[in-house]
């Protein structure tokens, strides 16, 4: 495992998730405090499974914002225009592409090759997916995350800490 993941961030992880991590290689992305808001996970589970999220949104507080978002249908309309805009459309297959460079990297499983997540690279089906990609590759790489996550923005953003409040 990433030297940079610590035993605390394990037991954050814990806490959040409330199971174990499985198949944990790395921290992909921090709220401001430092607490992970996105795993790396890998592409082959310890127990063989083939695991396409590459990217794993774990805070409760970015889960929840962004279970709202997806129950007033931004999906639906994020999807009809991936249909009438080229330049988004392509935007979003290059992410898709780049999404499954960097899984390879760790490992090429076959039973997934091809097949990123979230509904990339032409539909859109889940903006978890989508925003832990956002988060982990910053503005400008996943452009439908980023749009998710300038939606979200007034209930859970990573420069503002709100780790406590979920907690209690
Ligand atoms: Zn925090």
């Not at 808001?37 to 774990?58: A, E, I, Q």
């Not at 970015?62 to 999906?75: C, P, Y």
């Not at 805009?85 to 935007?91: E, G, H, R, S």
């Not at 979003?92 to 990123?116: F, M």
Request: with cysteine; glycine share 8%.
């Amino acid at each position: 495992m990433n030297p940079e993941v610590s035993a605390s961030d394990i037991a954050v992880l814990r806490a959040q998730l409330g199971r174990e991590p499985r198949g944990l290689v790395a921290i992909a992305a921090r709220c401001a405090c430092g607490n992970p808001t996105v795993v790396k996970t890998s592409p082959r589970l310890p127990d063989g499974t083939p695991f396409p999220t590459l990217y794993y949104l774990t805070h409760p507080g970015a889960v929840g914002a962004v279970s709202t978002l997806e129950a007033v249908g931004t999906m639906r309309e994020m999807q009809a225009r991936l249909g009438e805009d080229p330049a988004l459309a392509a935007a979003y297959r290059a992410a898709h592409e780049r999404y499954l460079e960097e899984r390879v990297a760790i490992e090429d499983v076959p039973e997934i090759s091809g097949i990123s997540a979230g509904g990339m690279p032409d539909r859109v089906k889940c903006l978890h997916v989508l925003v832990g990609h956002a988060l982990a590759a910053g503005p400008g790489v996943n452009p439908l995350g980023d749009e998710a996550l300038a939606l979200i923005a007034e209930s859970w953003r990573p420069d503002r800490c709100t780790c406590a409040a979920i907690e209690e």
